[in-house]
């Protein structure tokens, strides 16, 4: 294959590098420093070095611009908000006396003033810090560290672009501060905001910048007709500005869509689009607004999300029909490679063929390099890696572990009705009665109790050989034997056996199955210094034996009441992996469905009448355009209800889901046909049973009554009080009593007493009724 050349050279380049360094050196610094082990100069130290690293590693990989400003101390956002003197009023005091220790209290809040709410960044398992605005605000531009690190990139002789959150992504992203009518739009500060942004930009400018980029991946969403005239507006005034670096306008993680041709329009100098995924649709909106004339195109076509190697001929494909279409085209990963871990060559125990169709952020910026050196010097110049490249992805296609016959025939034979139970609810929900039991408003929790030192001592113990697997399932026996003999004395109705033996609800399931690859060292920061490793679906998935059900049967034996088996769901294992590229995934999610299906029915034979399968991920996942929901909904539900559908009537089939608004989702719950539901309700007080039953949901739910997320101990008339409440939506035939979410993050102490409570205020009110 043969491309015409760019007119001018095509350039590399990236939105973002990993933070962390290659042995989350940023992670102990930060934790170092609040813990008082090292002080803010060594910690100052420490993220300069880690920045300086990583434009060395990036200058030396071929990337001819590199991005400033995108490194944090916790979360770019929060850099954004700090950037334009958004500080919250609680925060003030804190951040005069000391920036530093004042950032972090927005951040993690302290004794006295509780931090910034956290939540995702778009679809992914980022989480940034939610600005707070309110008809009071007043911005006032600070470029310190956005100077700071363009100056130091440029020291190092490199040509550097400053990256900064946009003004209408910022603004979108913001919610009314404490105290500010909920219904306060923070859009109407945009006249207020814009002012900050042109001093950024001159301050910047000033330090020598050509080039600014502003990430607006805001208008990847579906935007009302007024956001996208503030769009217009933010780009027709920053662009009018004298004194400004040339504007490279940033989005990713979806298409454009109806944003595409105002920012076509907008008198700002570049555009950087996705072309991955189904953000591939920006080719042809792009070719039907007449390309970018004029414009710098920046094409994001490396998955900044995934770890799989490139298809370079396809991307050559796709850039080749980009250069006629603007002035000047670029190569970029589609997003910041915050998302993916650094470098898989750490990866001694991958399978050294599976290892060759991983792409992490250190091969992803070579294989960018290599695609702008396609088209600028032609394919000739990269001949080598295109052989290469086509062979990896050729052994990838024709592997034994992604085509897995037996896996292949299986899901290929799924009928409608394997997706169904073979009762209706109502007749399930008699049966189960007869069966189980249960008193009117029945207790139970989701499954974990406290992950205690001594049990991660007990891992590590393992992992270290110091005890062998008898010793390790000892104490996890131990374990299981005191969470059952609490529950009991309290009188929890539906017991648990408290999740001992998993380390993470994903991998411990991950490390099971047969088509699941783990890392070692792919950490992926969720936010702040929290890190993830998640496991990657590298191939067709098979079980090739029980994963629980030696646990669930164990606690089972220790009592005669009901022991709930505990299943994480096909889409939450999607939601928190890194997905295959090469299928669908409705596919790979029918492949876990049915793996977790034998589980589900070995549970039922095994004597397990109570089932949960978990699906916090159910909302998260959901696609950020809404014309993409049905075809979402329809095969999550149906790969939920495929992993349920094996078992009797009389087997009760519960779920749960948390951290998630679900008003605008109580269909596809509703298509979960679940039997009983557990969902995060304390905070709301209870509002998602009056969405339920303005829903008409006609089964068990049970919303939670106890705020898992705080070592706070919910009184007994506190819970009665949202008992009260949720009975208002939900009949006392249908309510169920249980804490938001798991416990292993809490304390024993508080446990103890929270359960105790809400197993007296079930009481009172059943007494009542
Ligand atoms: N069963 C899991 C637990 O109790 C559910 C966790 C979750 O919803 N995130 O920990
Ligand atoms: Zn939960």
């Not at 003033?113 to 911005?139: C, I, S």
């Not at 501060?177 to 400018?205: E, I, K, M, N, W």
């Not at 249960?438 to 992950?451: C, E, H, N, R």
Request: one cysteine or more.
């Amino acid at each position: 294959m043969t491309t015409k050349t760019a007119a001018a050279a095509a350039r590399a380049t990236v939105y973002g590098y990993p933070r962390q360094g290659p042995n989350r050196e940023l992670k102990k610094a930060v934790e170092g420093y609040w813990a008082g082990r090292i002080d803010a100069q060594a910690l100052r130290d420490t993220s300069a070095e880690l920045r300086l690293a990583n434009w060395r590693r990036l200058a030396e990989a071929g990337i001819h611009e590199v991005p400033t400003g995108d490194f944090s101390l916790y979360d770019h956002v929060l850099d954004t908000t700090v950037a334009v003197g958004a500080i919250p009023a609680r925060h003030r005091a804190a951040v005069e006396a000391d920036a530093l220790d004042g950032y972090f209290a927005m951040a993690r809040g302290t004794q006295d003033v509780a931090p910034l709410e956290m939540t995702k960044w778009f679809d992914t398992n980022y989480h940034y810090l939610v600005p707070e605005l309110g008809p009071d605000t007043v911005f006032e531009a600070n470029s310190t560290k956005q100077v700071a690190e363009f100056r130091e990139a440029v020291a190092l002789g490199l040509t550097a672009r400053p990256v900064l959150v946009g003004p209408l992504t910022y603004l979108l992203l913001a919610k009314p501060a404490p105290g500010v009518a909920a219904d306060f739009q923070p859009l109407t500060l945009l006249d207020r905001l814009l002012p900050v942004y042109a001093r950024l930009l001159a301050d910047l400018r000033g330090a020598g910048a050509e080039w600014v980029q502003l990430d607006e991946p805001a208008l990847v969403q579906d935007r009302s007709f007024a956001e996208l005239g503030a769009a217009a507006r933010v780009y027709r005034d920053l662009g009018g500005l004298t004194d400004r670096p040339k504007l490279l306008v940033a989005s990713y993680f979806d298409r454009l869509g109806e944003a595409l041709p105002t920012l076509a329009k907008a008198p700002i100098e570049g555009l950087a689009l996705d072309f991955t995924g189904s953000a591939a649709a920006n080719l042809d909106a792009l070719a039907a607004v007449g390309g970018l004339p004029g414009k710098r195109l920046v094409a994001g076509v490396v998955d900044g999300r995934n770890v799989w190697i490139n298809d370079l001929g396809k991307s050559l494909t796709t850039l080749g029909i980009l250069l006629g279409l603007a002035d000047r085209v670029d190569v970029a990963a589609s997003c910041s490679l915050l998302h993916v871990p650094l470098d898989a060559d750490a990866e001694r125990d991958i399978d050294p063929q599976i290892a060759r169709w991983l792409a992490f952020a250190r091969l992803k910026t070579e294989e960018i390099v290599t695609l702008a050196r396609g088209l600028s010097q032609g394919t000739d110049t990269i001949a080598t890696h295109l052989a290469a490249n086509r062979a990896d992805l050729a052994a990838r296609k024709a592997s034994a572990l992604t085509h897995d016959p037996a896996v292949r025939a299986r899901a290929a034979a799924v009928t409608e009705a394997d997706a169904r139970r073979g009762k209706p609810y109502a007749e399930r929900a008699e049966a189960q009665r007869a069966h189980l039991g249960l008193p009117l408003l029945p207790t139970t929790t989701i499954g974990s109790f406290p992950q205690t030192a001594e049990l991660r001592a007990a891992r590590a113990d393992l992992r270290a050989g110091r005890i062998d697997g008898a010793g390790y399932e000892e104490r996890i026996e131990a374990e299981i034997r005191d969470v059952i003999s609490f529950q009991e004395k309290a009188g929890i109705d539906v017991l648990v056996h408290g999740e001992a033996e998993r380390n993470d609800m994903v991998q411990y399931f991950a490390e099971q199955l047969t088509g699941y690859v783990a890392t070692r060292h792919g950490w992926v920061q969720s936010y702040g210094t929290r890190y993830v490793r998640p496991p990657i679906l590298a191939g067709d998935i098979s079980r090739p034996e029980p994963m629980t059900v030696r646990w669930t049967s164990f606690a089972q034996s220790l009592s005669d009441r009901p022991v709930k088996g505990m299943l994480t769901g096909p889409v939450t294992m999607l939601a928190w992996s890194f997905v295959r590229d090469d299928q669908p995934l409705g596919d790979t999610a029918r492949q876990v469905a049915l793996a977790l299906r034998d589980e589900v029915n070995d549970l039922e034979a095994a004597e397990t009448s109570v089932i949960q399968v978990d699906e916090p991920a159910l909302r998260e996942t959901l696609p950020l355009r809404a014309v993409d929901h049905a075809e979402y909904l329809a095969w999550a539900t149906e790969a939920f209800r495929l992993s349920t559908s094996g078992v009797r009537a009389a087997t009760q089939i519960h779920t749960h889901m948390c951290y998630a608004e679900f008003g605008d989702i109580v269909q596809a719950i509703d298509d979960l046909d679940a039997d009983v539901i557990s969902l995060e309700a304390a905070r709301s007080h209870m509002q998602v049973a009056g969405e339920l039953a303005a829903h008409g949901y006609p089964r068990e739910a049970g919303p939670g009554v106890y705020d898992i997320h705080s070592p706070r101990v919910p009184s007994t008339d506190e819970v009665v009080g949202l008992l009260r409440k949720g009975l208002a939506a939900i009949p006392a035939e249908r309510l169920w009593v249980n804490p938001d979410c798991g416990l292993k993050t809490r304390g024993w102490p508080e446990v103890r007493t929270s359960l105790e409570n809400l197993v007296a205020a079930a009481r009172e009110v059943r007494a009542t009724l």
